[in-house]
């Protein structure tokens, strides 16, 4: 799929916002200080599905480390918004006692899933926990949160594309987009 100024989801409309070139920037950049950060370590990455498969994948490809990675998926969204409460939909299924642990996001709007999700792995015993995201809507949390590792900060906008979706669709483009039409 070609890069195109504007895409079409469902009933909505969308303008590129990063493309995939800029992607690829952050991404090599985040993993290089993450291979720095954990040189001699064996992390463990936690991606949450689904949005995070695709930034994930591209990220581990960069990693110079000895590393694992599981998946666990969470859910908070509904069409174009947060519904404010977290469904763990599948659950996490790798020992990660006394291991340093990467969780890898999609994107951290309110932050109220990644609380959750760090409440949830404490009971697990890790030996650390950092958080990794590709976007970071900075203007919407609602919690204090220490995101380790941010790709890109974006304003409060609806966007798709590269793993993200709305309603299921438009996670299959190389670049992001933001709504510009209802």
Do not use: W
């Amino acid at each position: 799929m070609k890069e195109q100024k504007t895409i079409q989801v469902k009933d909505k409309t969308f303008a590129i916002s990063v493309p995939q070139d800029e992607l690829k920037l952050q991404i090599k950049r985040i993993a290089d200080q993450i291979s720095h950060d954990y040189a001699g370590l064996q992390p463990i990455f936690l991606a949450v599905l689904n949005g995070s498969f695709i930034f994930a994948a591209d990220l581990l490809r960069e990693v110079d480390l000895p590393c694992e990675i599981s998946f666990v998926k969470l859910a908070s969204y509904q069409g174009t918004n947060t519904t404010g409460s977290i469904r763990e939909i599948i659950g996490l299924n790798t020992d990660i006692t006394g291991r340093p642990v990467i969780i890898v996001e999609d994107i951290i709007d309110t932050g109220l899933t990644m609380v959750h999700m760090l409440e949830t792995l404490k009971g697990h015993n890790p030996a650390s926990v950092d958080v990794c995201t590709l976007l970071l809507k900075p203007s919407k949390l609602q919690v204090e949160l220490d995101v380790r590792y941010c790709c890109l900060e974006i304003p409060d906008d609806f966007v798709v594309g590269y793993g993200l979706d709305y309603d299921g669709f438009g996670r299959n483009t190389k670049d992001i987009y933001t709504l510009i039409q209802s």
